[in-house]
């Protein structure tokens, strides 16, 4: 076994270009973006194409599931259309982040289609203060036609509050006290949902790559939060980033002790994209997915047959997940066939570590290596 650490220039994930492959910061980034707010919506928000990204807390009864979005997101939608706004396309936050391929897909949509404004609605609840409870934040800002899909400091119209229908009130009279251009005369009376990408560009092969035993596996680190213009942060925004840049050092620790468990040669790498890794010498580089179970199965095109249901292959035995349970799933990417290996065996888990110490079992037992 071969273990090389690459020394290359870092890039933070949330400023790439549409030509990489890199692992994203993710939806947590959305707090650390330091909007410029006003008190007024913006100009053209009746007139230009809206999509709306939502977050939500874990289920109540669940915590391994989602809240159910998509019926929060239908009541919105039904005041965003008597407002007037166009908000043409809904998504789940976590989605657009949950793989670097999926993400520059969905981005790449939102531009043909001619988006003008993102609309960030954040469901949170507090089990502490029984005051926050249930707590709403809309945001309003530019799409930027970018990965990230909203830039740092960009303007922003943002309300906030407990109440969901006292905010969507105050957000209606806003719009009608700034009496704006209305010209979205064709909004659809439901909301749109839209949770798949097609990311596999190569051959979809349900094994492990047999040339992983001559060529090294292309392992990306994970990703720090780096801001654009860090002179600009307060402080409050600069501590939550501390801490989440600490956790990501945890993060690529713990990544190196499981990858020291692959019988076979890798190396750990924070320049990963396809180009990169080709123009190195090197074919393989292992992506991972970070969504619910039933999600990634339609974005890896495995044959969705309506399972509640879903077993992964442990070290441990078989393990049963709900199918919209948030998990994690590697697999393995030639990046100048674009095929993908999604592994014999279906072995996501509920955290990242479980799901590559799965990976490696799996990948070592089909192969026949130790």
Request: charged share 30%; aromatic share 10%.
């Given at each position: 076994m071969l273990r090389i650490i690459i020394h290359g220039t870092f890039f933070g994930l949330l400023v790439l270009s549409f030509s990489t492959n890199a692992q994203m910061v993710g939806a947590e980034a959305m707090r650390f973006k330091n909007f410029t707010l006003h008190n007024a919506p913006p100009k053209y928000l009746l007139s230009k194409k809206s999509a709306v990204f939502i977050s939500t807390p874990p289920d109540s009864k669940d915590h391994r599931l989602r809240e159910d979005w998509k019926e929060f997101a239908k009541e919105i939608h039904g005041s965003f259309k008597k407002m007037g706004i166009d908000a043409v396309a809904y998504y789940y936050i976590d989605d657009l982040f949950s793989n670097s391929d999926v993400n520059e897909s969905l981005a790449k949509d939102l531009i043909k289609r001619q988006f003008k404004y993102v609309i960030l609605v954040e469901h949170t609840r507090s089990s502490i203060n029984p005051d926050l409870e249930n707590y709403y934040v809309i945001t309003v800002t530019p799409f930027n036609k970018e990965l990230t899909f909203v830039d740092e400091g960009a303007n922003?119209?943002?309300?906030?509050?407990?109440?969901?229908?006292?905010?969507?009130?105050?957000?209606?009279?806003?719009?009608?006290?700034?009496?704006?251009?209305?010209?979205?005369?064709?909004?659809?009376?439901?909301?749109?949902?839209?949770?798949?990408?097609?990311?596999?560009?190569?051959?979809?092969?349900?094994?492990?790559?047999?040339?992983?035993?001559?060529?090294?596996?292309?392992?990306?680190?994970?990703?720090?939060?780096?801001?654009?213009?860090?002179?600009?942060?307060?402080?409050?925004?600069?501590?939550?980033?501390?801490?989440?840049?600490?956790?990501?050092?945890?993060?690529?620790?713990?990544?190196?002790?499981?990858?020291?468990?692959?019988?076979?040669?890798?190396?750990?790498?924070?320049?990963?994209?396809d180009s990169e890794v080709y123009n190195r010498g090197g074919q393989f580089v292992l992506l991972h997915f970070n969504t619910t179970g039933d999600h990634i199965k339609a974005f890896m095109d495995y044959e969705i047959d309506g399972d509640e249901i879903l077993e992964s292959k442990t070290a441990m035995g078989k393990v049963s997940l709900p199918a919209e349970a948030e998990v994690t799933k590697f697999y393995v990417k030639h990046v100048f066939t674009k095929d993908v290996y999604t592994g014999l065996n279906w072995d996501a888990a509920l955290t990242w570590e479980e799901a590559l110490e799965n990976f490696v079992f799996n990948m070592k037992d089909i192969l026949d290596i130790n």
């Open positions: 922003a119209w943002r309300i906030e509050g407990p109440s969901l229908n006292t905010l969507l009130v105050k957000m209606s009279k806003d719009i009608q006290r700034k009496e704006m251009k209305f010209s979205n005369y064709l909004i659809p009376d439901e909301p749109e949902f839209f949770t798949d990408a097609a990311i596999i560009k190569g051959r979809r092969i349900p094994t492990y790559a047999m040339d992983l035993k001559v060529e090294p596996l292309i392992v990306p680190k994970f990703q720090k939060y780096i801001p654009k213009d860090s002179s600009q942060i307060n402080v409050t925004t600069r501590a939550k980033i501390k801490k989440f840049n600490d956790e990501i050092d945890r993060k690529n620790q713990r990544l190196e002790q499981i990858m020291s468990t692959y019988p076979l040669k890798y190396e750990i790498s924070d320049n990963f994209s």
